[in-house]
């Protein structure tokens, strides 16, 4: 499938981002010239009749962006491993006695000491996708890892209870 994206410059306004879906929907990103956005959901009847618009804020916007953004990273992944002989997606969750609560990610040496990637940290309600080794670990954290089910397993006692 072709992913159609289509820009339309709003002289005097800013700019609209328009996604057309497989079914023909079309979904649009507004962004003004003083910062704002918002988002638009066109009439299926009429492609050029706004349908309904919600305007949100920054930070909403890259919630938003890290939300689909996330939901896909995992997705694939879980195809990925779920098509590949030896490649498990986990999650860990950080337990409250950890060594590593309140350190930073890159304080466990997970891929050095296990050869298993973090993709994600699950916090909150929220995602941190693809953290980096400053991320700070907290309690309660879910931690999104991929390797093989040794590694995922050596993860598992790493986290909980330091390096052996």
Same mark, same amino acid.
């Given at each position: ?39 638009? @959901?066109?009439?299926?009847?009429d492609p050029d009749a706004c349908?309904?618009? @919600? ?9 938003? %962006? ?5 939901? #896909? %990273? ?35 040496? #997970?891929?050095?000491?296990?050869r298993v990637s973090i993709v ?23 931690? #999104? ?20």
């Amino acid at each position: 499938m072709t992913i159609r994206i289509e820009k339309v410059d709003l002289p005097g306004i800013g700019t609209r981002h328009d996604l057309v879906t497989e079914s023909g929907r079309r979904l649009s990103v507004v962004a003004y010239r003083d910062g704002e956005r918002n988002l638009g @959901i066109f009439d299926v009847e009429d492609p050029d009749a706004c349908r309904d618009s @919600i305007a949100i804020t920054e930070d909403e916007a890259e919630a938003l %962006a890290d939300l689909l953004g996330t939901s #896909v %990273a995992v997705s694939r992944l879980t195809a990925l491993t779920d098509s590949t002989s030896g490649l498990y997606t986990e999650q860990l969750e950080l337990a409250p006695d950890s060594p590593y609560l309140n350190r930073p990610l890159g304080d466990t040496k #997970v891929r050095t000491r296990t050869r298993v990637s973090i993709v994600a940290i699950v916090r909150d309600g929220g995602v941190v996708p693809s953290p980096t080794p400053a991320e700070v670990l907290r309690g309660g954290d879910i931690i #999104v890892a991929v390797g093989t089910r040794d590694g995922l397993e050596a993860a598992g006692r790493l986290l909980s209870n330091g390096p052996d």
